[in-house]
């Protein structure tokens, strides 16, 4: 079975949005997973390895370039956390009017602040079957619509900012299936973050995961042991979504 690996470009607003985008040659009906990335120098191309693992099991998929990063257009600081969730939104349209993936079996897979998008992103789109979390970080209510710069990074760093993220409420409305995984020695999403995300999540009849081997940053080059984590973790999202798109 052949794999189509693709370039492709949609519209976010009056940005130019970047995708790669893989899927199965002559395949109709196929189940597809959208990927978001987190924050710092992040982007789409850091999801080529796992992106190729399912698509070699079979599994469509789509990363993106969010506003003012790599191959998208606009300015980086432009990206607001609103903007980052109208940038996924516009990819699950664009998703939905290509042919081979109009029934809509759409799933969302997010790592750090592109997990605060994912949460915003199924408020959007609620018909999303089925979300994984990796390491997803919480962001005030306040942060949502300052631009990513210094007034972005001083609301971040007011203790316990968090509290008053709506994503939670979000993501407790949301009725589809779902899955968190935090390394156990992750060393940026503050323990009480982790803890209401996996206590939501259990609460909603979800898995939670503790990693072994890895730090935050699941894709960044490490040693041996993390690329034993990051394969455990490749197989456990390929199944999860297997079984619910």
């Known amino acids: 079975m052949r794999i189509i690996e693709e370039k492709v470009l949609f519209k976010s607003g009056q940005v130019n949005i970047a995708g790669n985008l893989c899927y199965l040659d002559n395949v109709s009906d196929q189940p597809v997973v959208l990927f978001l990335y987190g924050g710092g120098s992040a982007n789409k191309e850091c999801f080529v390895p796992w992106q190729g693992y399912f698509a070699k099991n079979g599994l469509a998929s789509m990363s993106i370039d969010f506003t003012g990063k790599g191959e998208s257009g606009g300015s980086f600081e432009e990206g607001t956390l609103k903007k980052r969730a109208l940038d996924a939104k516009m990819a699950v349209r664009f998703l939905f009017d290509r042919p081979q993936f109009q029934t809509k079996r759409l799933g969302v897979l997010a790592s750090s602040m592109g997990g605060h998008v994912a949460c915003r992103l199924v408020g959007l789109c609620p018909n999303i079957k089925a979300v994984f979390l990796y390491a997803p970080a919480a962001y005030s209510d306040r942060a949502e619509g300052i631009r990513l710069n210094e007034e972005f990074g001083k609301i971040l760093r007011e203790e316990g900012s968090w509290r008053d993220s709506s994503v939670f409420e979000s993501l407790k409305n949301y009725g589809g299936h779902l899955v968190v995984a935090y390394s156990v020695t992750d060393e940026v999403i503050p323990l009480e973050v982790q803890a209401k995300y996996k206590s939501l999540i259990r609460e909603k009849g979800g898995s939670v995961i503790d990693i072994t081997g890895v730090n935050h940053k699941l894709l960044a080059p490490q040693d041996s042991e993390a690329e034993i984590?990051?394969?455990?973790?490749?197989?456990?999202?390929?199944?999860?979504?297997?079984?619910?798109?």
């Open 229 to 245: 984590a990051r394969r455990k973790i490749y197989r456990y999202s390929f199944n999860f979504f297997s079984a619910y798109l």
